[in-house]
C-alpha cells in the first residue's frame, strides 16, 4: 500500500511538472508570436526595414537619428551588416540615440560593434543619460549590455562619448525588462558582466526562447570531476511558480552542474578599483529522488560566506537567491556542499551585473527645453552646422554640449554658460535664449547673425553679454534694461545696432560700441589706430625682452641657496614668519556629534587608502570633511596618531588644517575643512562632474601654493618633514581656489645624523614614486620633489600619471612627456583645454623645473624653495604678459601667444630603470 501511494504522488508531481512546463511554454509562445512588443531594434546604416529569419524581429535604420549615408562603412558582408563611424574636430562630442521609454520602467539594452576595424590605440565611451557605463576598444567584447530604470521622463539618451579616434556602431536594441533587477539597487543602471548558462555547452540562448531577449551563455567546464546534468520537460519533478518574474526559459533550467564537493567559477578582469556587484543564482532540483535536507550547500563570494542553499526547503524545487557583493577586480564564486549534507552543489544559471552611479543631479526640465528651442531655431538657420551637429542628447550630461558649461542649481543642473563665437553662425538670434535664466555668460560675437538681441526679463542672471561682430538691429536698451546682473556688454562692430545704453546702466564694463577689429571706411582713422597700436607694440615688445632677460636664469640649474620671500605688484607671497609652531588646540569629537554632524553619513563625497570621506555640517555652521577609517583601510592606527600629531603642531595656509578627531568605540575619525573645489586632480580629468576647465594662470597659482606648502613642511622647525604622498589627489582646493596639501598621514620626519637613513617600508604611489626612494629605500625631501614634479606634468598636460589603458610607450605621463620636452616639443604634450592662451617663457619655466624634479637621481633635483622661486618668476612672467596682452586687446592683436626653443640638457648621467609602477613588492606601494 505504502509503495502504491508513493507511486501515485510521483505521478501527480510529475503531472504537476508538466502542466506547469506546457504553461510557461505557452507563455513564450505566445510573447513570440508579438516580437515587436515594446522592442526597438536598430540596425545603423540599413538601407530599409528588415526583418532577421531566426529571430523574426524587425530592424530598422538609423536614419531618423541620422541620416548622413557617408559615415557608413561595411563591416560584415550583406546589406544589413554596415556600421555607423562617427568623428568630430571637437574634444566636447558626443553622439546620441533618444529612446522611447515609460516614465520608471526597467529596460535592457545592448549596442554591438565593430571592433575588428577598430585602431589599437583608439577608445570612446558609451553611456546611458548620465552614467558612463563602459570603455570600447580593440580589447574589449564585441557588445555592451545594461539594464536600466527611465527615471523621470519618457525617452532615455544611448550615446556615444569622444574618447580618441573614431567612434562606431553596428546595432541597438532596447527591450523591456524585470522590475526586480532594480527592487533592491541604489544605482539606476546595472551593467551587464556575464549570464551563463551553466550546464550548456552546445550554444548560447537567446531570443525567442528567452521572451526577454537575454543572451544566455553557454558554460564549457573542463573540469572532468563537474557532472552535467539536463533533464527533459517532462522527466523532472518539481513545481516553478509563474510570479517569479526573473525566471530564465526552461532551456535554461533543464540543465545544470554538479559536483561532490564544490563548484567554481573565476573572474579576474573586473573592473579596476572597489565596486558593488548583484548576483542572480537560480537553481532547480533535477533529481527526483532527492528530499529536503539532503542537498545543502554554502555559497562564497571571494572566500567569504554569503548563503546557506536548501532547494527544497521551501517545497519549491526551483530556488533564485540575490546577492550583493563589492570585489576589487576579481570574483571567486564557489558553492561548497555543507558538512551534514548527502549530496554536493548544484547550479543551473547565474547572472552577474555592475552597480553604476553617475554622480549627476538630473537637469532641469525648463533649461531643457529652452535649451532644445534654441538648438531648432539655430539649426532652422543653419543645417550644416559642426557645432550645431554635436549637440545631441542631454545638453549637460555626461559632458555638456559643446560650448555649454553647466552647474548644479537647487539639486538639478542649468547652463551657465554659452560661447559660440566664431561658430560660423547666421540668421536671427533665437528669443528662446532669454529663457535661460540660469545663464551668467553669453558670448555671440564673431558671427553673422542678424536681427534684435532677445529681450532677458530680470529674472535672468546674466553677468556677461558679447555680441560684437554680427549684424544685429534694434535698441539695445530695451534688451538689456531688466537684467540686474549685467556688468560687461561689448556691442561694437554692429552697423545698425541702437548704441544708447540704459540710464540705470551707467556703471557697465563696455567697448562703446567700437569696431576695432573691422575696416574703417575712413582711411586718416586706420592709419592713426595702426600707427598707435603699432608703437605700443614697439615698446610692448622692447620692454617685454629686458624683462625676459632680467628674469632669465639657465635651464635646469638651481642655486642651493635660501630665496627671501617678498612682495610684489602681481602676486602676494606670504612670509613664513606669518605661520606658526606652536600647539594648535585640536577638537575632540564625540562619536554622536560626528554622526550628527555628517547625518550617519549621508553624503559620501570620496574615498582614499584611510576610509570614505562624508560631507558635514558643525553646530556653529562650519561644512567639513569627515575622513572615518574603514575596516579594510590599507592605513592602521599608526596613520592616524601621525596625521593627528603632526596637525595638531603646523598650520600653514598651503596645508589643510585638521579641526578635529574622534577616537570613540573602536572609530577613528579626523575632521577638516570642506574643500569645495575639490582636489586638483578632480579639475584636471576627474569625473566630469567635478572637472572644470582650469585655465593656465590658475594651474601656475595652485601649483605654486601647492610648493609653498611643501616648502615649509621641508623647512619646518629645523627638522625636514617628507609627505611621502604628493600628488594631484592631495592637493585640494579651498572655495578661492587656494591650494592646499592634504593628507599627512605618511609623513615622516628626514634622517638626521645618527640614523640609518633607510626606510623600512616604501609608501607612496604608482606613478608618483621615485625611482632611487624606490630601489633604495632611502627617504629624503627629494623624494617629494620628483612627486612633485609629476604634479607639475599633470598640471601642464592634464593627464593621469598612469594608466594602463593608454597605448604602452605612454602608460606612465613621466617616460612620455621627458622625451618631448627634451626635445622642444612642448606644444604636443600641453592640454588641449589651454593651447593659445598661455605665455611661452611662463610656460617653459614650469617644464623646464618639471624636467629637474624627475631627474632619477635625487643630487640633479632642485629643492622645494628653488622650485618655489622658479614658479614665482613664472608666475610674474604670466601675469605681466595677461596685463600687456590686454593693453593691446583692443587694437585686434592675438589674446596669447606661446614661444618654442630649444632647451638646455644637463650633463649626461648614468641611466638608471624606472622601477616597475605596478610590481606589488618588494616593498608594496600604496
Given at each position: ?7 501515485q504522488?510521483?505521478?501527480?508531481h510529475n503531472?504537476?511538472?508538466?502542466l506547469i512546463?506546457?504553461?510557461?511554454n ?5 510573447q513570440?508570436q508579438q ?22 524581429i ?13 559615415s ?9 551588416r ?11 562630442c558626443?553622439w546620441c ?8 520602467g ?6 554591438t560593434?565593430?571592433l ?18 563602459a570603455?570600447v576598444?580593440?580589447d ?6 545594461a539594464?536600466?530604470k527611465?527615471?523621470t ?5 544611448f550615446c ?13 536594441e532596447l527591450?523591456?525588462s ?6 533592491k539597487?541604489?544605482s539606476r543602471v546595472?551593467?551587464l558582466l556575464d ?10 540562448i537567446?531570443y525567442?526562447t528567452?521572451?526577454y531577449?537575454r543572451?544566455?551563455r553557454a558554460h564549457?567546464y ?6 552535467y546534468i ?5 522527466s523532472?519533478?518539481?513545481?516553478i ?12 533550467l ?8 564544490r563548484?567554481?567559477f ?7 578599483g ?24 554554502h555559497v562564497?563570494?571571494n572566500?567569504?560566506?554569503k ?8 517545497g ?7 546577492l ?7 570574483l571567486n564564486?564557489t558553492?561548497?556542499?555543507a ?5 554536493g ?28 528651442k ?8 543653419n ?8 549637440w545631441?542628447?542631454?545638453p549637460?550630461?555626461p559632458l555638456?554640449w559643446h ?10 543642473l ?7 563665437s566664431?561658430?560660423r553662425?547666421?540668421g ?17 560675437s ?6 534684435t ?14 555680441v560684437?561682430?554680427n549684424?544685429?538691429?534694434g ?8 537684467i540686474?546682473h ?16 540704459p ?9 562703446d560700441?567700437?569696431?576695432?577689429n ?6 586718416a ?13 614697439l615698446v610692448a615688445?622692447?620692454?617685454g ?14 642655486e ?6 617678498s ?5 602676494s607671497?606670504?612670509s ?8 594648535i588646540s ?11 554632524a555628517?547625518?550617519?553619513y549621508?553624503?559620501?563625497i570620496g574615498e ?10 558643525l553646530?556653529?555652521g ?14 592602521g592606527?599608526r ?15 598651503n ?6 578627531y ?14 569645495s573645489?575639490g582636489?586638483l586632480q ?10 572644470k ?8 597659482s595652485?601649483?605654486?601654493g601647492?610648493?609653498?606648502g611643501?616648502?615649509?613642511?621641508h623647512?619646518?622647525?629645523?627638522r625636514?618633514?617628507i609627505h611621502?604622498?604628493?600628488k594631484?589627489s592631495?592637493i ?8 592646499k596639501?592634504?593628507?599627512?598621514g605618511?609623513s ?18 604608482a606613478g608618483y614614486?621615485?625611482?632611487?626612494y ?11 620633489v620628483?612627486?612633485?614634479?609629476v604634479?607639475?606634468l ?7 600619471p ?5 597605448p604602452r610607450?605612454e ?10 620636452i ?9 592640454d588641449?583645454?589651454?593651447?593659445g592662451?598661455?605665455?611661452g ?8 623645473v ?8 635625487s643630487?640633479y633635483?632642485?629643492s622645494?624653495?628653488d ?14 604678459a595677461s596685463?600687456y ?19 638646455a640638457?644637463?650633463n649626461p648621467?648614468?641611466a ?6 605596478l ?8
Amino acid at each position: 500500500m505504502e509503495q502504491r501511494r508513493r507511486q501515485q504522488q510521483q505521478q501527480l508531481h510529475n503531472a504537476i511538472t508538466t502542466l506547469i512546463i506546457i504553461i510557461i511554454n505557452f507563455i513564450i509562445f505566445a510573447q513570440s508570436q508579438q516580437p515587436q512588443q515594446g522592442f526597438v531594434s536598430i540596425q545603423c546604416c540599413a538601407e530599409a526595414n528588415f526583418t532577421e529569419q531566426i529571430t523574426n524581429i524587425t530592424y530598422i535604420p538609423d536614419d531618423n537619428w541620422y541620416p548622413d549615408k557617408t559615415s557608413c562603412r561595411d563591416t560584415k558582408h550583406g546589406a544589413q551588416r554596415k556600421s555607423r563611424i562617427f568623428s568630430s574636430e571637437y574634444n566636447n562630442c558626443k553622439w546620441c540615440y533618444t529612446l522611447p521609454t515609460r516614465i520608471n520602467g526597467v529596460y535592457l539594452i545592448r549596442a554591438t560593434f565593430p571592433l575588428k576595424n577598430a585602431s589599437p590605440d583608439s577608445f570612446f565611451k558609451v553611456s546611458i543619460g548620465a552614467t558612463i557605463l563602459a570603455r570600447v576598444n580593440s580589447d574589449s567584447k564585441p557588445y555592451v549590455e545594461a539594464i536600466f530604470k527611465s527615471a523621470t521622463k519618457n525617452y532615455t539618451h544611448f550615446c556615444l562619448v569622444k574618447g580618441k579616434g573614431k567612434a562606431f556602431l553596428s546595432k541597438m536594441e532596447l527591450r523591456p525588462s524585470h522590475q526586480d533587477y532594480v527592487k533592491k539597487n541604489a544605482s539606476r543602471v546595472l551593467k551587464l558582466l556575464d549570464r551563463v548558462d551553466v550546464g550548456n555547452k552546445e550554444s548560447d540562448i537567446k531570443y525567442p526562447t528567452d521572451p526577454y531577449d537575454r543572451l544566455w551563455r553557454a558554460h564549457s567546464y573542463h573540469d572532468p570531476t563537474v557532472n552535467y546534468i539536463s533533464s527533459s520537460s517532462s522527466s523532472y519533478n518539481g513545481n516553478i511558480t509563474i510570479a517569479d518574474s526573473m525566471l530564465p526559459p526552461p532551456q535554461v533550467l533543464q540543465t545544470a552542474l554538479t559536483h561532490k564537493e564544490r563548484l567554481e567559477f573565476y573572474y579576474k578582469d573586473l573592473d579596476e578599483g572597489s565596486h558593488d556587484y548583484n548576483i542572480y543564482l537560480h537553481f532547480l532540483e533535477l533529481n527526483n529522488s532527492v528530499r529536503s535536507g539532503e542537498r545543502i550547500f554554502h555559497v562564497y563570494i571571494n572566500n567569504e560566506k554569503k548563503q546557506e542553499i536548501d532547494i527544497l526547503a521551501t517545497g519549491s524545487h526551483y530556488l533564485a537567491t540575490f546577492l550583493n557583493f563589492t570585489a576589487k577586480g576579481t570574483l571567486n564564486l564557489t558553492l561548497v556542499k555543507a558538512p551534514n549534507a548527502r549530496l554536493g552543489p548544484i547550479c543551473n544559471a547565474y547572472e552577474i551585473l555592475l552597480q553604476t552611479y553617475s554622480g549627476h543631479e538630473e537637469m532641469n526640465e525648463d533649461e531643457v527645453n529652452a535649451i532644445t528651442k534654441v538648438k531648432d531655431e539655430l539649426v532652422a538657420e543653419n543645417k550644416d552646422n559642426h557645432v550645431l551637429q554635436t549637440w545631441s542628447g542631454d545638453p549637460c550630461l555626461p559632458l555638456p554640449w559643446h560650448g555649454l558649461s553647466c552647474e548644479a542649481f537647487n539639486g538639478t543642473l542649468a547652463i551657465t554658460k554659452m560661447d559660440l563665437s566664431k561658430s560660423r553662425l547666421a540668421g536671427p538670434l533665437p528669443p528662446s535664449m532669454a529663457e535661460l535664466i540660469h545663464l551668467k555668460e553669453l558670448n555671440l560675437s564673431s558671427n553673422r547673425f542678424t536681427g534684435t538681441i532677445p529681450r532677458f526679463p530680470a529674472s535672468s542672471m546674466l553677468i556677461s553679454l558679447d555680441v560684437r561682430n554680427n549684424d544685429l538691429t534694434g535698441n539695445i536698451s530695451w534688451s538689456v534694461s531688466d537684467i540686474s546682473h549685467l556688468n560687461i556688454l561689448y556691442y561694437g562692430c554692429n552697423r545698425h545696432l541702437h548704441e544708447r545704453l540704459p540710464q540705470n546702466k551707467s556703471n557697465l564694463i563696455t567697448d562703446d560700441g567700437k569696431c576695432n577689429n573691422s575696416s574703417s571706411s575712413h582711411s586718416a582713422k586706420a592709419i592713426l589706430i595702426g600707427t598707435i597700436a603699432g608703437g605700443i607694440l614697439l615698446v610692448a615688445v622692447v620692454a617685454g625682452a629686458c624683462f625676459v632677460c632680467l628674469y632669465r636664469k639657465k635651464p635646469k640649474k638651481f642655486e642651493a641657496k635660501g630665496h627671501t620671500m617678498s612682495k610684489n605688484a602681481i602676486y602676494s607671497v606670504s612670509s613664513t614668519e606669518d605661520v606658526t609652531a606652536k600647539s594648535i588646540s585640536i577638537q575632540c569629537f564625540t562619536l554622536e556629534c560626528i554622526e550628527n554632524a555628517t547625518q550617519r553619513y549621508k553624503t559620501l563625497i570620496g574615498e582614499g587608502g584611510f576610509g570614505p570621506v562624508y560631507r558635514g555640517t558643525l553646530p556653529d555652521g562650519q561644512d567639513v570633511a569627515v575622513k572615518v577609517r574603514s575596516d579594510t583601510s590599507t592605513q592602521g592606527t599608526r596613520e592616524f596618531n601621525n596625521e593627528l600629531n603632526l596637525l595638531s603642531s603646523i598650520r600653514h595656509e598651503n596645508l589643510v588644517p585638521l579641526i578635529g578627531y574622534c577616537s570613540e568605540n573602536d572609530q577613528q575619525i579626523l575632521v577638516y575643512p570642506f574643500m569645495s573645489n575639490g582636489s586638483l586632480q578632480d579639475r584636471l580629468y576627474g569625473a566630469a562632474s567635478k572637472r572644470k576647465t582650469l585655465d593656465w594662470p590658475a594651474r601656475l597659482s595652485i601649483a605654486l601654493g601647492a610648493a609653498r606648502g611643501l616648502t615649509y613642511l621641508h623647512t619646518f622647525s629645523e627638522r625636514c618633514l617628507i609627505h611621502r604622498d604628493v600628488k594631484s589627489s592631495n592637493i585640494l582646493l579651498d572655495h578661492s581656489m587656494c591650494a592646499k596639501v592634504a593628507d599627512f598621514g605618511f609623513s615622516k620626519y628626514a634622517s638626521q645624523e645618527g640614523d640609518s637613513g633607510t626606510s623600512l617600508e616604501v609608501r607612496g604611489t604608482a606613478g608618483y614614486m621615485d625611482p632611487e626612494y624606490y630601489s633604495t629605500q632611502h627617504l629624503s625631501a627629494k623624494s617629494d620633489v620628483f612627486s612633485f614634479g609629476v604634479v607639475l606634468l599633470e598640471i601642464v598636460c592634464g593627464r593621469e600619471p598612469l594608466n594602463i589603458n593608454r597605448p604602452r610607450n605612454e602608460w606612465s605621463l613621466v617616460e612620455w612627456a621627458k622625451p618631448h620636452i627634451r626635445n622642444s616639443r612642448v606644444e604636443e604634450i600641453v592640454d588641449p583645454s589651454i593651447k593659445g592662451s598661455y605665455h611661452g617663457e611662463a610656460m617653459w619655466r614650469v617644464v623646464e623645473v618639471a624636467l629637474a624634479c624627475i631627474e632619477p637621481y635625487s643630487a640633479y633635483r632642485p629643492s622645494m624653495s628653488d622650485l618655489v622661486r622658479e614658479l614665482e618668476d613664472a608666475f610674474i612672467i604670466e601675469n605681466n604678459a595677461s596685463e600687456y596682452m590686454r593693453s593691446i586687446e583692443s587694437f585686434g592683436g592675438s589674446n596669447r601667444y606661446s614661444i618654442e626653443r630649444p632647451i638646455a640638457l644637463p650633463n649626461p648621467i648614468p641611466a638608471e630603470p624606472s622601477p616597475i609602477l605596478l610590481q606589488p613588492s618588494p616593498p608594496q606601494p600604496r
